[in-house]
């Protein structure tokens, strides 16, 4: 878990320098050959650069999920400030097989094409069966929010991250191994990958 909060640490330190402001510093020497006066120039000239590289849709994929669900995620821009979702996941663990979907409604409260800030309310419906627990299938659901952010370090590469809190309910107790836990409030944590166009 150290490593992973390394990772991301370091992912999202290097992304924020990358999208600093730029300090040049010029010096101008001119020199009167008539006269011999000499005028000594300094300037200081920052520029602010704004990603505007227009973007509509977006595929990503959260590794961090990898130790209980394989996902996918698809995202499309509705307005400049809001993008909707769908995401379609299922088990990695061993006896646990089934199907899951996902909706997330993302708002940008400063409308950056996609990029910065975001608010996300998310429901989410799993379909599971377990061969440890007799056969017994059991529907796990969720809704929840996220804060994040969402950055373009390239035209088309994406990363994202994001915490916040889903309500599950509909765990089984018996025989479902990791997923028992899974029944009320949990915390959230997302660290997204992915292609954007």
């Known amino acids: ?44 000239i920052i520029s602010e650069s704004e990603d505007i590289t227009p973007r509509n849709n977006m595929i990503v994929i959260n590794p961090l999920k990898f130790f209980l669900l394989y996902n996918i995620s698809y995202f499309h821009k509705i307005s400049e400030s809001t993008d909707i979702g769908f995401g379609i996941q299922t088990p990695t663990i061993e006896g646990v097989s089934g199907i899951g979907f996902n909706f997330e409604v993302r708002y940008h409260p400063k409308g950056k094409n996609m990029g910065g800030f975001y608010i996300a309310p998310n429901v989410s419906y799993n379909i599971l069966s377990s061969t440890s627990s007799s056969g017994s299938d059991t ?53 997204d990958i992915g292609y954007a166009w």
């Not at 992973?4 to 010029?26: D, H, N, P």
């Not at 529907?139 to 370090?153: A, C, D, R, T, V």
């Not at 916040?164 to 944590?189: C, F, H, R």
């Open 1 to 44: 878990m150290k490593n992973i909060l390394f990772v991301l640490t370091a992912i999202l330190i290097l992304t924020t320098v990358s999208i600093a402001q730029v300090k040049t510093g010029e010096k101008t020497i001119t020199i009167n050959k008539v006269t011999g006066d000499t005028t000594y120039t300094e300037s200081v």
């Open 139 to 191: 529907k796990l659901s969720s809704i929840g929010g996220l804060l994040g952010w969402q950055w373009f370090p390239g035209d088309e590469f994406a990363i994202g991250l994001g915490i916040g809190i889903d309500l599950y309910t509909g765990s089984q107790k018996d025989g479902w191994d990791i997923y028992e836990n899974y029944e009320g409030l949990m915390p959230a944590v997302r660290f």
